[in-house]
């Protein structure tokens, strides 16, 4: 399972060293990955280390105004955290969409495919620089990937054109169309006095339809005794089968994010991992660190997203994390004060 520590990650992006991958424009570079970083690449032992491989698709020609697609692949350990700066140029192109495609390939590696489409906004020749990835590995190496810069020819369509001047601005038409607006309104208006008089009506009468004092609806469970219900009824059923895994930790994950939300103030259950991450950044979380929630979430998403299979061990593990990270979030309520101290006359 992952171990993602986000200090060491921002440490790792912060460094000028840079590594790229091997392999010419519009090709597929198929080498590891050659990486500078604290820890140097060569370090990091075969079995272990993450390779990094990029192209363009097409023949790196694209017109003005259209796409192009840039292709990243990255095969790492299924416990290494892999992540792309949130500020990541890419020269004259704009990006408008960005996808991350992860599979397993082989026990204990998998790929994350990144598809980048690129928006040409500028003639000419474009250079899409090294894109750097800064990856945390299963012993807590920092290491850097980077692809080679690329260059994308972007064309006009308009150059060598006999006849590229705009067309004349076509003449106004009048159009005539229904406008109901003012019957709209009087609808509205009706609407909103006849619901007044049901209104008024109501609660006229309410004492007679309903007689009685109305009882107030109890007070909500504090989060702490909702989740605790909650993993105690989960774990009675038992560690699941390997088929039955990703349903159980979705139900294990939407436990956790309903209990952090209602500790905290805010929807947890409608938030990913990073927004409650940031909104966690501005809370005391005495007893619980931001990189431990983080990581205890980020191996639940692995089982939910990367199809990542646990061992029964790992199960029991995460059960316990979350059993943890309740109790230490949990407001102690403090002693009484002591009463003034008598003396044996009586007084004070």
């Known amino acids: 399972m992952p171990r993602l520590v ?22 597929l570079a198929a080498a590891p990955a050659t ?20 192209w363009i698709e097409g023949d790196g020609k694209v017109a003005l105004g259209h796409t192009v697609t840039l292709r990243v692949r990255i095969r790492h350990r299924s416990t290494d955290s892999v992540h792309l700066p949130a500020d990541t140029g890419f020269g004259g192109l704009d990006l408008v969409d960005k996808k991350v495609d992860t599979r397993p390939d082989g026990e204990g590696w998998v790929i994350d495919d990144y598809t980048m489409i690129l928006l040409a906004l500028e003639p000419g020749k474009v250079t899409i620089p090294s894109l750097e990835f800064g990856a945390v590995l299963e012993k807590g190496e920092v290491v850097k990937l980077g692809t080679f810069a690329r260059e994308v020819v972007v064309i006009d369509p308009t150059d060598g054109a006999k006849d590229a001047t705009p067309k004349d601005i076509a003449p106004v038409v009048d159009v005539w169309q229904d406008d109901y607006t003012i019957l709209y309104v009087l609808g509205a208006l009706l609407g909103a006095a006849l619901i007044a008089l049901l209104v008024r009506h109501m609660v006229r009468n309410w004492d007679r339809w309903f007689p009685g004092a109305a009882v107030a609806p109890p007070p909500p469970r504090p989060p702490e005794d909702v989740a605790l219900s909650k993993l105690d009824d989960l774990k009675g059923r038992g560690m699941p089968p390997d ?29 990913t991992t990073e927004e409650i991450i940031r909104v966690m950044r501005g809370k005391k979380t005495a007893g619980l660190t931001q990189a431990e929630l983080f990581r205890f979430l980020n191996d639940c998403d692995m089982v939910k997203f990367a199809k990542y299979v646990p061992g029964t061990r790992e199960d029991e593990q995460s059960l316990d994390e979350a059993y943890r990270i309740v109790r230490v979030t949990t407001p102690r309520l403090l002693p009484p004060p002591p009463g003034p101290v008598r003396s044996q006359g009586g007084k004070e």
Do not use: C, H
Not at 19 to 26: E, I, L, R, V
């Open 243 to 271: 088929d039955g895994k990703k349903a159980w930790y979705i139900e294990l994950s939407e436990i956790m994010r309903e209990y952090v939300g209602g500790r905290y103030g805010f929807d947890g259950l409608e938030s």
């Open 6 to 27: 986000p200090m060491l990650l921002v440490l790792a992006l912060s460094s000028p060293a840079q590594a790229q991958d091997a392999g010419t424009d519009g090709a």
């Open 35 to 54: 990486v500078r970083k604290a820890t140097p690449i060569e370090d990091v032992p075969a079995g272990r280390r993450p390779t990094l491989e990029s």
